[in-house]
């Protein structure tokens, strides 16, 4: 099949590395694959070396922004269009609110302008760009173009069933046009033992002790990713727990703001700060860690959970969105949105036991191995195309 895979930016971050993997896959099993992206802006890294030495075709449209931007937008639009008009692909698959209206958009107009466009366009919901912590009648403005873009669209590829759920809730689409497709991690990485030397090494260059209980969150330091409610729960732990640090891995805007309300709660000595970190660096976080702790309050399905569970250590996370759908009873601690004091309690129960920790990781393991697999996402998502053509 020849199949083109449009996403806004290559940022860090899930949908991102998702759609590398199933560019890669889908390469690596003789489709003709183009990736559409536009330029990485911002602070939250970039993932373009990994499209280096692919089997698939990168091209940047740098007009394609995250913001809204008439001027932009239109020739983002016109670009796209005239690259799919060059390429004529079997399939037409957008990741991303910006690039899943234009590109489907673009696709669709195609075809009553070229009679032998023939593309079938999917759109993959990685998150929901309505939510309810957003003003009301922006939420109307997103659902409304959603709306008018699902009639322009031939399948939707969910990382959750809980998106699926949710957009059908709103009217988006029909449910015969839903697939869920956990988004896939490169596992080998995460499921090979780091050694103790490594694990010592950065331990050490982030001034933590061998001996410590490390809390670590990796995400955006932006807003609705909870960092604010970890740094609550730390008021509550700090004393009963003398060695525990808190390692936040990541960057952004609310970088200073956070150190501010760490410093005001005396808690400067508890907290570490990592910045932004690679893509391949994450298994050395996470398994020179002890629990992960993820507190975002809206996300499709968080990474990151799965990352934690194969590196075999405990996820504790807000119920939000898919998150049920990897951390149970078995895995770790499902705990409601915002209620720091069950925050503070569930790590408090995994700090206090080792032997939990360890039961927890290895059921984790388990259970997210095959669900996550490159193999087993790449192949729900050819049994799409193939059923569309």
Same mark, same amino acid.
């Given at each position: 099949?020849?199949? &083109?895979?449009? %996403? *806004?930016?290559?940022? !860090? $971050?899930?949908?991102? #590395?998702?759609?590398?993997? /199933?560019?890669?896959?889908?390469?690596?099993?003789?489709?003709? &694959?183009?990736? %559409? *992206?536009?330029?990485? !802006? $911002?602070?939250?890294? #970039?993932?373009?070396?990994? /499209?280096?030495?692919?089997?698939?075709?990168?091209?940047?449209?740098?007009?394609?922004?995250?913001?809204?931007?008439?001027?932009?937008?239109?020739?983002?639009?016109?670009?796209?269009?005239?690259?799919?008009?060059?390429?004529?692909?079997?399939?037409?698959?957008?990741?991303?609110?910006?690039?899943?209206?234009?590109?489907?958009?673009?696709?669709?107009?195609?075809?009553?302008?070229?009679?032998?466009?023939?593309?079938?366009?999917?759109?993959?919901?990685?998150?929901?760009?309505?939510?309810?912590?957003?003003?009301?009648?922006?939420?109307?403005?997103?659902?409304?173009?959603?709306?008018?873009?699902?009639?322009?669209?031939?399948?939707?590829?969910?990382?959750?069933?809980?998106?699926?759920?949710?957009?059908?809730?709103?009217?988006i689409g029909r449910p015969d046009q839903y697939t869920t497709a956990y988004s896939a991690i490169e596992e080998e990485q995460f499921l090979n033992p780091i050694t103790d030397q490594a694990r010592n090494d950065f331990r050490k260059k982030y001034d933590i002790s061998q001996n410590a209980t490390v809390l670590v969150t990796i995400a955006r330091l932006f807003h609705l990713k909870g960092h604010q409610y970890i740094i609550e729960s730390a008021k509550a732990l700090a004393g009963r727990f003398e060695n525990v640090i808190w390692l936040f891995v990541g960057d952004g805007i609310l970088k200073e703001w956070l150190q501010d309300q760490i410093e005001a709660?005396?808690?400067?000595?508890?907290?570490?700060?990592?910045?932004?970190?690679?893509?391949?660096?994450?298994?050395?976080?996470?398994?020179?860690?002890?629990?992960?702790?993820?507190?975002?309050?809206?996300?499709?399905?968080?990474?990151?959970?799965?990352?934690?569970?194969?590196?075999?250590?405990?996820?504790?996370?807000?119920?939000?969105?898919?998150?049920?759908?990897?951390?149970?009873?078995?895995?770790?601690?499902?705990?409601?949105?915002?209620?720091?004091?069950?925050?503070?309690?569930?790590?408090?129960?995994?700090?206090?036991?080792?032997?939990?920790?360890?039961?927890?990781?290895?059921?984790?393991?388990?259970?997210?191995?095959?669900?996550?697999?490159?193999?087993?996402?790449?192949?729900?998502?050819?049994?799409?195309?193939?059923?569309?053509?």
């Amino acid at each position: 099949m020849k199949i &083109v895979q449009i %996403i *806004t930016r290559l940022i !860090l $971050g899930g949908a991102q #590395e998702n759609t590398l993997i /199933t560019c890669k896959g889908l390469a690596d099993r003789g489709h003709d &694959v183009t990736l %559409i *992206t536009g330029p990485a !802006l $911002g602070p939250e890294g #970039e993932l373009f070396e990994q /499209t280096i030495d692919q089997k698939y075709e990168t091209t940047v449209i740098n007009s394609l922004r995250r913001q809204i931007n008439p001027v932009y937008d239109i020739l983002a639009y016109r670009e796209i269009k005239k690259l799919l008009t060059e390429i004529q692909p079997d399939i037409v698959h957008t990741h991303s609110a910006k690039a899943g209206i234009l590109g489907r958009f673009a696709a669709y107009s195609l075809k009553s302008q070229i009679s032998n466009f023939k593309s079938r366009i999917v759109h993959s919901v990685h998150g929901l760009s309505f939510h309810e912590y957003q003003n009301p009648l922006l939420n109307k403005f997103y659902i409304a173009l959603e709306k008018a873009a699902a009639k322009k669209t031939d399948a939707f590829i969910c990382v959750a069933d809980a998106m699926t759920e949710k957009s059908l809730a709103v009217g988006i689409g029909r449910p015969d046009q839903y697939t869920t497709a956990y988004s896939a991690i490169e596992e080998e990485q995460f499921l090979n033992p780091i050694t103790d030397q490594a694990r010592n090494d950065f331990r050490k260059k982030y001034d933590i002790s061998q001996n410590a209980t490390v809390l670590v969150t990796i995400a955006r330091l932006f807003h609705l990713k909870g960092h604010q409610y970890i740094i609550e729960s730390a008021k509550a732990l700090a004393g009963r727990f003398e060695n525990v640090i808190w390692l936040f891995v990541g960057d952004g805007i609310l970088k200073e703001w956070l150190q501010d309300q760490i410093e005001a709660h005396g808690l400067t000595d508890k907290f570490r700060f990592t910045g932004l970190l690679p893509v391949e660096k994450m298994p050395l976080v996470i398994q020179s860690s002890d629990i992960l702790v993820h507190c975002s309050l809206r996300e499709g399905l968080a990474r990151v959970l799965p990352q934690a569970m194969l590196c075999g250590k405990p996820a504790i996370s807000f119920d939000i969105d898919g998150a049920n759908e990897v951390v149970n009873p078995d895995t770790g601690r499902l705990i409601e949105p915002k209620n720091v004091g069950q925050l503070a309690q569930v790590c408090a129960e995994l700090i206090a036991s080792e032997n939990l920790r360890t039961k927890l990781g290895r059921a984790g393991r388990e259970f997210v191995k095959e669900k996550f697999s490159p193999k087993t996402m790449v192949d729900k998502i050819e049994e799409v195309y193939k059923r569309l053509l």
